[in-house]
C-alpha cells in the first residue's frame, strides 16, 4: 500500500523556489498526528538524509546547509507535509522524499528536484 506521495518538484534555476507536498492519505489520522515528520534528500551516489523535521507539535528543526531558506509545515486535517524551498542551489539537486522520523513507513517514490547553475 502507497503511504507517501511526495509531490512537486521540478528544474529550476539557481535562486529559485519550490514547494513540495507530501501526502498520507492511507495513514490514519490517529498515526498522522502524533507522528514527528521529516522531509529528507538523497542525492546521486549519496546517502539519504534528514533535511527538515516537524514534531507533531509543529517543532521544526533543520539540517544546516538549509537553514534559513527551507520551511518545513504539516497540515494535520489533510494528513500532508510540506516543505517551501527558496533561494535554491544546485547542490540540492536531489530525489526528497518524506517519512516519519521513527518507525518509518516504506518509501515513496519521492519527487526530483533539480537546480541548474
Known amino acids: 500500500q502507497v503511504q507517501l506521495v511526495e509531490s512537486g518538484g521540478g528544474l529550476v534555476e539557481a535562486g529559485g523556489s519550490l514547494r513540495l507536498s507530501c501526502a498520507c492519505p492511507?495513514?490514519?489520522?490517529?498515526?498522522?498526528?502524533?507522528?514527528?515528520m521529516g522531509w529528507y534528500s538523497q542525492a546521486p551516489g549519496q546517502e539519504r538524509e534528514l533535511v527538515a523535521a516537524?514534531?507533531?507539535?509543529?517543532?521544526?528543526t533543520y539540517a544546516e546547509h538549509v537553514k534559513g531558506r527551507f520551511t518545513i509545515s504539516r497540515d494535520n486535517r489533510r494528513k500532508t507535509v510540506y516543505l517551501g524551498m527558496n533561494n535554491l542551489r544546485p547542490e540540492d539537486t536531489a530525489i526528497y522524499y518524506c517519512?516519519?522520523?521513527?518507525?518509518?513507513?516504506?518509501w515513496g517514490r519521492g519527487t526530483q528536484v533539480t537546480v541548474s547553475s
Open positions: 517519512n516519519k522520523i521513527s518507525n518509518r513507513l516504506p
Open positions: 492511507r495513514m490514519i489520522s490517529s498515526v498522522f498526528n502524533p507522528s514527528d
Open positions: 516537524i514534531t507533531s507539535r509543529g517543532v521544526t
